[in-house]
């Protein structure tokens, strides 16, 4: 039901149109006929007329007949096509009828009564209507577009402020990041304190020690010296060669005890003095990385510090034991100094 309803206003909007295609494209001058007709018997007092209905169709034909429904189209077509009808009777009127006067001027009134009877009241109301849903969907489009635009401003403002706070995250986040690093190199610095605390407590403890073992070694020594002077007397050859091998035992593990006891105290005094250079390089960390106006600096300040955390340093404990070179770190600093863009 619904598409039979559709199809058939579409075929009446259809037979409308082409309809008052033609009555457009009517002028009031062709039917006036002043030139073939002359003054007296012409339709030129009529022209007012015809401009009026002319004008009445004219704007039929600008209205939306979407918003039409099918029996008011039903009753638009023969108003259409009467008034095709004696406008084409108008056009093709021929003076030679008997008296052509009154045929003339019954034209004349029918079209003013189909005017006044039909044509007005069944196209006024049409045409009111579409001229106020063409105002309103125009309203409707200002409004829309109004709004459109406003949402687009407030987009636009919204994205920069957005990208303003983002920024500002951003910006915070690099900060707080950076804080991070810096104070936790700083902070870091306090477990190398500790150690170095830890070693030079120790150095002190075996130097302590060593102190010992020189006052005992030296004392022994000189005891057995005036031993020996005050009882060499006294004593066999193998008595006293018997003496000397013991005594000489003793005096050899003083003096290894002394060397080893020596050696454990200058790796502890070595081991302090590692860790306290340590702890004073990343203590000074911060300061290098704030006075740093570009990445790369700041780069190579921190792969120094890593330097200072994680290469190897001599202990002590072995004598051979070579010293870490620094010349790849060297290199690394020279190679990303020079290629900004390496990462």
């Known amino acids: 039901m619904a598409i039979a309803y559709i199809e058939e206003s579409k075929e ?44 009445l169709f004219g704007n039929l034909n600008a209205c939306d007949l979407n918003q039409i429904p099918r029996d008011k189209l039903k009753k638009l077509i023969p108003i259409t096509n009467s008034a095709i ?59 829309a577009k109004a709004v459109i635009d406003k949402l687009q ?14 920024k500002e995250i951003k910006d915070t986040v690099d900060k707080v990041r950076n804080a991070a690093a810096e104070t936790g190199v700083t902070v870091h610095s306090s477990h190398f304190e500790k150690e170095a605390n830890e070693q030079k407590k120790a150095s002190s403890i075996w130097l302590w020690a060593v102190i010992a073992l ?3 070694t030296a004392g022994f020594g000189r005891w057995c010296l005036v031993y020996y002077l005050n009882n060499m007397e006294k004593m066999s050859i193998p008595q006293a060669l018997q003496l000397a091998a013991a005594k000489l035992i003793i005096f050899s593990l003083l003096l290894t005890s002394l060397v080893w006891v020596g050696r454990i105290y200058k790796a ?37 510090a890593t330097q200072c955390i994680f290469s190897p340093q001599p202990t002590g404990y072995i ?25």
């Open 214 to 216: 020189v006052v005992i």
């Open 153 to 166: 401003d407030d987009a636009v403002g919204f994205k920069k402020i957005a990208d303003k706070e983002v």
């Open 85 to 143: 009808q004696l406008f084409m009777q108008i056009k093709n009127f021929d003076p030679r009828i008997t008296n052509p006067f009154q045929s003339r001027d019954d034209l004349i009134n029918q079209l003013c009564s189909q005017y006044n009877s039909s044509y007005f009241p069944e196209i006024v109301p049409v045409v009111t209507y579409a001229s106020m849903e063409s105002n309103n969907i125009s309203k409707l489009h200002a409004a």
């Open 12 to 55: 009446l909007k259809r037979k409308l149109k082409e309809e008052l295609k033609i009555i457009i494209n009517i002028s009031p001058d062709s039917l006036s006929r002043v030139d073939e007709l002359g003054i007296n018997l012409s339709f030129s007092e009529c022209k007012p007329i015809f401009e009026m209905v002319l004008k």
């Open 268 to 304: 502890h005094r070595h081991n302090y003095v590692i860790n306290r250079h340590r702890q004073n390089a990343l203590k000074t960390f911060e300061a290098f990385v704030k006075a740093a106006n570009d990445d790369q600096t700041k780069s190579a300040v921190l792969l120094q």
């Open 319 to 343: 004598t051979h034991e070579s010293e870490p070179s620094g010349s790849p770190q060297i290199l690394e600093i020279i190679r990303n100094m020079a290629n900004p863009n390496s990462k």
